[in-house]
């Protein structure tokens, strides 16, 4: 089974000011740089999904796919652009990211990839146990099948916005990532995110 790893950067950073969040330096890494090397430990080949200049990311040799559905669509739309890409690579499957959320599972292709096979789902995203909603659900944290990427695209071009309107009508398996400590799928969304991220950076040994 072929996979290919998909970098969500699509999102407009309002919360941080506008520009590339991802950019930002994170210990002397930019947060991209820091999500580039985690995923690369897990899959052959990648692919960013960003809109607007592609350059701006061209130091760190990825491809560089903008999303094909107008108008800031989402995440989803990413998914759509990523899935494209990987067709092209003939691959089966592809595992995203977001690209602000520099912390990931070190084992997240291992731990979906075991929900997939043991409920036979095209579809699995990722979860943390949560003390109020029980599990809480990181839908930019998935396992995708080439499969349904024509019934993606319709929906997309339907006017379906939201991960979860499109996943669970497809019966998406879930995997639950257990941690202690520090939230591996913390994400920086403002300045005093990022001030968290830096004070994380010892306990993921980064």
Not at 105 to 112: Q, T, Y
Not at 192 to 206: G, I
Request: proline letters at 5%; hydrophobic letters at 45%.
């Amino acid at each position: 089974m072929k996979v290919v790893g998909v970098i969500l950067a699509g999102g407009q950073s309002r919360r941080m000011g506008g520009g590339d969040k991802t950019l930002l330096d994170l210990g002397g890494q930019t947060v991209l740089a820091r999500v580039i090397e985690r995923l690369g430990a897990q899959v052959d080949t990648m692919v960013l999904n960003a809109n607007g200049d592609p350059t701006r990311f061209s130091k760190y040799g990825l491809p560089v796919v903008a999303d094909s559905i107008e108008g800031f669509a989402g995440p989803l739309a990413g998914v759509l652009a990523g899935m494209d890409w990987a067709y092209g690579q003939k691959a089966d499957y592809i595992v995203t990211v977001a690209a602000d959320t520099p912390f990931f599972p070190s084992h997240l292709l291992v731990g979906l990839q075991m929900a997939r096979e043991a409920e036979d789902s095209a579809l699995v995203m990722a979860m943390t146990p949560d003390p109020v909603r029980k599990f809480a659900r990181h839908p930019t944290f998935g396992l995708w099948s080439l499969s349904l990427r024509e019934d993606l695209r319709g929906a997309l071009e339907g006017g379906v916005r939201k991960v979860i309107q499109w996943t669970e009508p497809h019966g998406c398996a879930k995997m639950v990532f257990n941690f202690d400590g520090a939230d591996p799928f913390f994400n920086v969304n403002t300045p005093e995110d990022m001030v968290v991220a830096r004070n994380m950076l010892k306990e993921f040994d980064c």
